[in-house]
């Protein structure tokens, strides 16, 4: 669990700095200080159950077996996000 509270924790340190770069499309929603509550929870669940993170849960979604570069691109709204770049934020 440390693993991925230090993940997320460095994900949205890099986001804030691309989001003042203007290179972030749209809003940036950061999960800073509330990673637990996302890797918690997540941990909680069985394998097969189902999640809807919202804005601020990128944890839920490292911890859930998405990958840096998923997060990473989707704020970038990348054609190679998991969302193919049509949403910036973690509406996986």
Do not use: C, W
């Amino acid at each position: 669990m440390y693993y991925y509270l230090r993940l997320t924790r460095a994900l949205d340190e890099r986001a804030q700095i691309l989001y003042r770069q203007n290179k972030v499309v749209g809003g940036l929603f950061s999960s800073l200080g509330q990673e637990a509550i996302s890797i918690g929870t997540s941990f909680a669940l069985a394998k097969g159950d189902y999640v809807g993170p919202m804005i601020r849960n990128s944890g839920t979604v490292l911890a859930r077996d998405h990958t840096a570069r998923d997060v990473m691109t989707n704020y970038l709204a990348k054609a190679t996000a998991p969302t193919q770049g049509k949403d910036n934020s973690q509406h996986f």
